[in-house]
């Protein structure tokens, strides 16, 4: 008999996680294979709110995108760093197939906390045009 690791987490135990977390308070759709949720996130006192969509389904992993504001628009013609796509902006908050995010772990716990960095870090690089949040570009060689 194998030993089993940690199990999966339902698609439905992920929508209750988001619903029960203040960090990600917010509202969204539970489907029969997959949950969408949106909340407000603003990554320190002084920084501006910014409107996340988080999309995952059970055969997947984490999408999160900024709804508002737009980020092609405040970064000033610049490419976005550190994104799967600049238009609806999709973050990039781990390294796929790392190890880092399973589906064993909780959304609240890891993706939206890494959604909160992730913004911290694109609020210093719109001032420094420098991307200090580390990690491997989409498409980029190590860094």
């Known amino acids: 008999m194998r030993p089993s690791g940690p199990k ?3 698609v439905a135990q992920q929508y209750l996680w988001l619903r029960s977390t203040e960090v990600c308070e917010g509202s969204g759709r539970l489907y029969p294979c997959r949950l969408e949720w949106e909340f407000w996130a ?4 002084l920084s501006r ?3 996340l969509r988080v999309l995952y389904g059970d055969r997947g992993t984490p999408k999160v ?3 508002e ?9 610049r490419t976005l760093p550190h994104v799967y796509q600049q238009q609806p902006t999709r973050l990039c ?8 995010w399973t589906p064993h772990l909780v959304i609240a716990k890891t993706i939206v906390p890494w959604a909160y960095l992730w913004l911290y870090y694109f609020e210093d690089w719109l001032a420094t045009d420098d991307w200090k949040g580390g990690g491997l570009h989409p498409g980029a060689e190590n860094e």
């Open 65 to 67: 995108y900024v709804v």
């Open 69 to 77: 504001p737009n980020l092609v628009e405040l970064s000033g013609g």
């Open 93 to 100: 908050l781990y390294f796929p197939d790392s190890g880092e």
């Open 42 to 45: 603003q990554p320190t006192p």
């Open 8 to 10: 999966k987490l339902t």
């Open 49 to 51: 709110s910014y409107r």
